[in-house]
């Protein structure tokens, strides 16, 4: 990139100084890329992920005031130029950062045309030099979704759009997305629902909608199959902001549609933290949840703030979140295709370039810290021998019935009639 502007100039590649002093913010204190635990990389194991859309397109605008962020070196010229200038700004940012992945959406890298042709026509430009500059630093993209809740067009739904008219354009823009994930070789692809679900039930028949998103999933696993694309496909739940009742509230339910439709072989889960608090569940319950039923397959790892109840998508920095999420995630054996996607933004108020660093920075160490405490809860054992403890009436004898589902109601009776109350009543 050498023959083009520096856009991050006087900051260098950001290395590992554990010794670094308080102040000193612009160097990593935890996370060492090459450090092997549990017989796997740090940068294996966490799989890092910047996203396009926050910290390249955010503008700082929120209900209430006007982008503060504007200023930015990549926004200068017509949508295509700043749309170029962004790219190689956002590739010298990942290189000078550390980070092999990133994440966006087909409108934040390239700029919606008046029809689906000059639209589709902007992104054939704008991901041929996404491509090239991927070729030249090595990093990939961990995940490409597309944006089918920003245009008006989209404003009561796509795939749940009462208008088959709309949900055809979703389709047409989704069919294109998957060719671009095949092109720049995508390892996952999102579908986040931002407006299926609904505000009032008078107006809506729920049953159709479902069906018709269901129908919709299946086209495009059908289209993925068909191109021979690789990539898993995620979805990613949210129970509300912007509708009032988002379909895919969170892991359990998107779970349940899934297997009611069929799907769970083609789909796994986004989780997104600010949206399981936002679901009323602890910050690592949907991970701990999908995992459970082997859906878990990538994290949007950001946080919110949960006395003000909105998606802030703010940069993860408390180190019992982490722990609890990277245990998780060791448990099941790495997150591979899937990562730590920062799908988190600075705030307003953080205007200063070097910002976008810090908070990367900040989070990169927080999950670095997370993964270290999480090898050291599996690796002591303490904690996995008292779960293991706790369920051990069913490792035998009738527990042993009941987990291998043969077990009888008859053979309760007998058992209870034979032992009368539960022991641990009555122990002390
Ligand atoms: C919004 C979502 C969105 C998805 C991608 O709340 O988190 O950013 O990750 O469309
Ligand atoms: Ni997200
Ligand atoms: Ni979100």
Redesign the pocket.
């Known amino acids: 990139m050498a023959a083009h502007e520096e856009f991050f100039a006087g900051i260098p590649k950001i290395q590992y100084v554990p010794d670094a002093g308080p102040g000193d913010v612009m160097c990593f204190k935890h996370y060492n890329p090459t450090e092997v635990l549990m017989g796997r990389t740090m940068e294996d194991w966490l799989r890092f992920s910047v996203c396009y859309w926050h910290s390249f397109c955010g503008t700082g605008a929120d209900p209430f005031g006007f982008p503060t962020l504007l200023q930015r070196v990549w926004n200068e010229g017509t949508p295509m130029e700043a749309a170029k200038k962004r790219l190689r700004a956002a590739f010298e940012f990942f290189t000078k950062l550390g980070v092999k992945f990133y994440t966006f959406h087909d409108r934040d890298m390239s700029p919606e045309g008046a029809t689906l042709e000059e639209s589709n026509k902007n992104l054939d430009e704008i991901t041929d030099l996404a491509l090239q500059l991927q070729t030249q630093t090595g990093v990939k993209v961990l995940w490409v979704t597309c944006n089918l809740f920003a245009h008006p067009r989209y404003m009561n739904g796509a795939a749940t759009n009462p208008d088959c008219h709309v949900l055809a354009y979703a389709g047409a823009q989704v069919k294109k997305g998957l060719d671009v994930a095949k092109k720049l070789g995508a390892e996952n692809f999102v579908f ?1 629902g931002g407006r299926e679900g609904f505000h009032s039930i008078l107006n809506t028949d729920v049953a159709a909608e479902l069906k018709h998103m269901a129908g919709f999933f299946k086209m495009a696993a059908r289209y993925k199959e068909k191109i021979g694309l690789k990539c898993q496909f995620l979805i ?1 739940p ?1 129970p509300k ?1 912007p509708c009032r009742h988002q379909y895919d509230y969170d892991a359990m339910s998107v779970i349940g549609f899934l297997k009611h439709h069929g799907l769970e072989r083609d789909f796994k889960l986004n989780i ?1 933290p ?2 399981t608090t936002l679901a009323g569940h602890s910050y690592e319950h949907d991970i701990v949840v999908a995992s459970a039923f082997g859906m878990l397959g990538s994290v ?1 790892s ?1 946080t919110g703030s949960p006395d003000l109840g909105w ?1 802030t ?1 703010q940069f993860p920095m408390d180190i019992r979140n982490t722990t609890l999420v990277m245990k998780t995630i060791v448990e099941q054996g790495g997150l591979q295709p899937g990562g730590l996607n920062f ?1 988190a933004k600075v705030r307003r108020e953080s205007t200063d370039l070097e910002d976008l660093f810090i908070a990367h920075i900040g989070a990169m160490d927080a999950f670095a810290r997370g993964l270290r405490n999480a090898v050291h809860i599996i690796e002591d054992g303490l904690i996995t021998g008292m779960v293991k403890e706790r369920y051990s009436s069913f490792s035998h004898g009738l527990g042993q019935k009941v987990e291998d589902g043969s077990a009888t109601l008859e053979e309760m009776e007998a058992f209870i009639k034979e032992n009368g109350e539960p022991k641990t009543l009555y122990s002390t």
Do not use: Y
């Open positions: 986040w990613e949210k902001e997104e600010n949206h949007d950001n998606d998508d799908d």
